[in-house]
């Protein structure tokens, strides 16, 4: 439909590609791991020594140390040695990077998730020469370091120095201190947040820099919106939008995440609210950029995406039939139709906004009828007057999601709708967010209908318990009452550095 | 001493440095290893499938197959891919390589031999891109390349080819074919010989491709020889050459091994009975080549090494005193004092008759009679007249050690030389030879003393015995009778493809 569009948003996004900025930053203790049942996931991290005691020493044959970096750490370690004798054998070294203390601890050969186990960070390295510095070719993302020497019976091996040449697009120095009103616990969220956000700016925005370390939509539409609040990076948004433009399909659908390509990337997996909300995410973009242009060059993707989300209706109400994948939460059992509707007014209600933004209301001129009668039919499809709540599936089943997405296309009137979310908020038995993601949704919404004091405990409550739990940055799946849980069948394989789970654009 | 020309040397041993030559070596076979307590080393090779049963299908998520390369391989694995499918997970495949059946079938975590481990031959490849050829940085030396991969979930993996981009200094077009005079066992050990050889000749000549991967000076004296009838690379034996000599201590004293570097190559261990050949290694390539400029350039090489050789009699005799490394042989319990003497002996002859060859008789006035003196003085101290053979040590032991380096020295006439060195054939209850090295000399002074029969009887039963048992390349040791033999500790970091046990010089 677009490909010669397609090629040319291509090259823009290629020509915006960021120079990464380069931080070296070194080890600052030596650890091992232990088990106590009282711990989260079972395992914490003692501090046995000091690099200083390891460093600058001769090694015995064989050894092994961990490496703590005190702090989350995206880059390319960098090991310093010496070797004192002749090296007349190669070095043989094996390396394992961990994010969690749980992951450090286990052997990745006990790995029985259903993602490849390639994402598990370890490396083997063989010099056949004495190199005074090891950069491992491969970026990794982690807090903890393992070094293993195994039968070195020849020279001896002086390690000088382990550190790690992080990288990331995201500029430190424009980002204010957090104000005097905030306390320890918001500061915390804070910088965490930051410094999740910073670690998934690479080339692109990564949904996580250990795990897809990929480009998705969803994700980009909630860290685009830390980063206008942070880091304020609005090229590489602006590249993100345009490598999913550059990747859609003939029929104009954009997919749920891209890879890099030429020449244009590669569409990933096609995810139904991720696609829709492409509009959503552009007119973010064009408010806290200011950039206009860019906006109209992409105005026609974000307008066929409704136009395709519009062929699921029938009678105007959205029924997911389970040949493409609807996401909206990593929760099993959830019923996703009504959420799944509301997905698309917003969208709609997102769209014409644009339009009206860029002077392009010509383009959506059918949208606001569009809107009101789809939200009539959900509201009489859903709304169980009774219960007070939009259910969703067979069973009438009320969750979060429905009410987020419900809210978010204004479904009911705002009095009604901020009364509903506050009702929520305090119920126990409905079906619950399954993850970080789906509670950044409620922080949003809650945000938009003004509920600002109960979006500010939200996020002190679900992202304050990682806080306290050692979070060094925010986790891809987090569920308090399930350490072990992970939709991939090993927490060892769970993100833990997320895109979707940066809380930062509640504070200012 | 000579520091100037250290550099000199240095950079002309850099000049001639090999341009190596490629060929693509593609496996023949899917093979896994069976427990066999019949065969060699308890392990042999069980055929499974051709490689085309394996290529161009769809692997599954976890896999491991063996590929047979048919020969003995050296350089770097070649295997090419195809993906299928979304690349949404890092690929990572485990290596492992090895010379033999028992290596092969070893977990290299069991190893406990006193070399590195980390000259056993493994990698661990993670590539975060769908290449579709993965090329190993590393050289290796192998027969059997296993791969590996495990929990790969996601895209399909297509394997095209497993191949290996072997390299060496050997030119094989101007290799002859051996006369129809030879049955099939003197062609598998001339072939076998070749390859041996071909595979130790690298940028320099090396003792063994897969350990030490080193220029040893020991091994050069034989390999230089095999490649003068064979091969005949002169320019990588002078390169050899002035690299020992580019790497002489302050007193003049060559190493017994060179390490490449810069501005000179670097010393590796001092070995006393290599050093003090020089002047018989320089003679060889001066006879072989022609290069009388190049004698003369190293002659004062080889005589310094004479000088410092001489410092150790006492009463012209010879006296080990452990004090440094007196090779001789791979053997424990040898008396080396009739060797170490005799070997002296040796090296005053050759450098006298290389200085005759070069018109430099006035540098070696005073060998004739030293080499008088130390004749007759090592006949008296060492020959028992009653048993017929020289002795070494105080309890007298009988070795072919003794025997052939005596032999060497010329230590009887030649009629009665001759007449000991067959009986000593027969003999069972002497000092026998640790391994090929000693073989290695044993035949070379039959050859020198015209004894071609036994010369060729012997190459025939020791080198045969290897081929017997399946040889590829021929091995640094070997026992018939203790097929796990190693004097290291582990027969798997044991050499199978080693400069000294190359038998070619043999035939013509």
């Not at 090259?11 to 915006?16: F, G, V, Y």
């Not at 070195?152 to 500029?171: E, G, H, W």
């Not at 080339?203 to 480009?215: A, C, H, I, T």
């Not at 059918?366 to 069973?395: C, H, Q, V």
Request: with cysteine.
């Amino acid at each position: 439909m677009f490909y010669q569009e397609e090629l040319r948003w291509a090259r823009e996004a290629e020509a915006l590609k960021p120079h990464l900025i380069h931080e070296m930053i070194s080890t600052v203790s030596v650890v091992r791991t232990e088990e106590d049942s009282a711990v989260w996931q079972g395992w914490k991290i003692r501090p046995i020594a000091s690099p200083e005691d390891i460093f600058n020493r001769e090694l015995p044959h064989t050894w092994e140390y961990t490496f703590d970096f005190g702090r989350f750490c995206v880059g390319f370690p960098v090991l310093d040695f010496e070797f004192i004798g002749l090296f007349d054998a190669p070095f043989r070294l094996e390396i394992k990077m961990a994010e969690t203390p749980c992951e450090l601890a286990r052997d990745f050969s006990s790995y029985h998730g259903d993602l490849g186990r390639s994402w598990l960070q370890e490396a083997l390295i063989v010099e056949d020469v004495a190199v005074s510095t090891i950069r491992l070719p491969r970026r990794y993302a982690f807090r903890y370091l393992k070094l293993r020497v195994v039968g070195n019976f020849t020279y001896k091996v002086i390690l000088r120095n382990v550190r790690c040449d992080t990288v990331s697009a995201a500029d430190w120095s424009v980002i204010q201190p957090l104000g005097e009103r905030y306390d320890e616990l918001d500061h915390a969220i804070y910088r965490i947040g930051l410094t999740t956000l910073a670690s998934c700016m690479q080339e692109s925005f990564e949904d996580g820099p250990k795990r897809d370390r990929r480009l998705w939509l969803g994700d980009l539409r909630l860290q685009a919106l830390a980063n206008y609040n942070s880091f304020r990076n609005y090229n590489l948004v602006k590249r993100c939008l345009l490598m999913f433009a550059a990747a859609a399909n003939e029929e104009g659908e954009i997919p749920g995440c891209v890879y890099p390509g030429t020449p244009r990337p590669k569409a990933g997996n096609y995810t139904f609210d991720y696609s829709v909300l492409f509009g959503d995410i552009l007119l973010d973009y064009v408010n806290a950029s200011g950039d206009e242009a860019g906006g109209r060059a992409l105005f026609p993707v974000a307008r066929r995406q409704t136009e395709i989300a519009l062929r699921q209706l029938e009678n105007s109400c959205f029924h997911y039939t389970g040949n493409y994948w609807l996401f909206v939460d990593w929760k099993e059992g959830l019923e996703r139709d009504c959420a799944g509707h509301s997905i698309i007014i917003y969208s709609l209600m997102r769209t014409l906004a644009l339009a009206q933004r860029l002077g392009l209301e010509s383009e959506t001129g059918e949208y606001p009828a569009l809107i009101e009668r789809m939200r009539n039919a959900g509201y009489r499809k859903w709304f169980d007057t009774s219960l007070g709540y939009f259910t969703s599936g067979r069973n009438r089943q009320i969750s979060w999601a429905s009410q987020i997405w419900a809210a978010f296309a204004k479904m009911l009137p705002k009095a009604e709708m901020r009364e509903l979310l506050k009702r929520l908020l305090k119920e126990t038995d409905v079906v619950l967010p399954g993850g970080p993601f789906l509670y950044n949704q409620m922080v949003l919404v809650l945000e938009r209908y003004e509920l600002h004091e109960e979006a500010y405990r939200l996020t002190r409550s679900f992202w304050g318990k990682m806080v306290e739990l050692g979070a060094d940055t925010f986790w891809e799946i987090f569920d308090p009452s399930a350490p072990m849980r992970s939709p991939y069948g090993d927490p060892i394989i769970n993100s833990h550095c997320h895109a979707w789970s940066t809380p930062t654009f509640h504070f200012k």
